[in-house]
């Protein structure tokens, strides 16, 4: 069964910077494609960034430049690099998975595991 876990989520000042984690329980699978997205008060789960088993990633235009999606050697933990941090970038943060076949989409019914979700909150 896979399990996704995001690390502690936290608060920023606008301008700042924060590292998001997901522990990921992948190593039996060959083909994955991993994802962020996040979800504001009142509007809908949006994608942010995705990877697949082959490094290739897609941003979400509103991240582009400031986000970095990225995977450890192992490929047990997926993180996100956010810098440059906007009162925008708020919500709940969540990491998810799908497999083979699979591309590194932001199309959330496109994923079929899902972590619980981490806030991150950024203020001015």
């Known amino acids: 069964q896979v399990q996704l876990v995001e690390s502690e989520g936290g608060s920023v000042q606008v301008g700042g910077s924060l590292r998001l984690s997901c522990e990921a329980s992948?190593?039996?699978?060959?083909?994955?494609?991993l994802g962020w997205f996040r979800q504001a008060p009142g509007g809908e789960r949006e994608g942010v960034a995705a990877?697949?088993?082959?490094?290739?990633?897609k941003y979400a235009d509103s991240v582009k430049g400031r986000f970095a999606i990225s995977q450890d050697n192992d490929q047990s933990t997926l993180y996100l690099q956010m810098n440059s941090l906007k009162s925008g970038d708020t919500g709940m943060y969540y990491c998810?998975?799908?497999?083979?076949?699979?591309?590194?989409?932001?199309?959330?019914?496109?994923?079929?595991?899902w972590g619980q979700g981490t806030q991150v909150t950024v203020s001015s």
């Open positions: 998810a998975a799908e497999f083979e076949p699979c591309a590194p989409v932001l199309d959330p019914a496109r994923y079929d595991y």
């Open positions: 992948l190593v039996s699978y060959a083909t994955y494609c």
């Open positions: 990877i697949d088993t082959d490094g290739t990633t």
